[in-house]
Nanobody
Framework: VQLQASGGGLVQAGGSLRLACVAS????????MGWFRKIPGKEREFVAA????????LYTDSVKGRFAIARDNAKSTMFLQMNGLKPEDTAIYYC??????????????????WGQGTQVTVSS
């Protein structure tokens, strides 16, 4: 499985960005995908996940009400709509693929494939 993330950039606080992650290869028919972010010097942090089978979603508390994860199965693509961005959202955002959609998880160790990351910078 190959993952290609895009959509990062520089935005002012309060602004919006939409990230996309395209999956290719043997993705399987029942899988989930997630977004994580990494700030230098800190641990990788879970952001959101979605089942590509039933559209179930999971969010970390800090982004609830501001971010929305969505999918387009026909294009094997996952999106992250980020509204109300804050400087503390600044990070490299990574998408990940997990060969299971039974239970969504925040644990990065349970994801099998990772994209290359896209930088999101929010200025104050």
């Amino acid at each position: 499985v190959q993952l290609q993330a895009s959509g990062g950039g520089l935005v002012q606080a309060g602004g919006s960005l939409r990230l996309a992650c395209v999956a290719s290869g043997r993705t399987g028919s029942s899988y989930s995908m997630g977004w994580f972010r990494k700030i230098p010097g800190k641990e990788r942090e879970f952001v959101a996940a979605i089942s590509m089978r039933n559209s179930g979603t999971l969010y970390t508390d800090s982004v609830k009400g501001r971010f929305a994860i969505a999918r387009d199965n026909a294009k094997s693509t996952m999106f992250l709509q980020m509204n109300g961005l804050k400087p503390e959202d600044t990070a490299i955002y990574y998408c990940a693929h997990r060969a299971s959609s039974i239970r969504l998880t925040e644990d990065p160790r349970l994801y099998n494939y990772w994209g290359q990351g896209t930088q999101v910078t929010v200025s104050s």
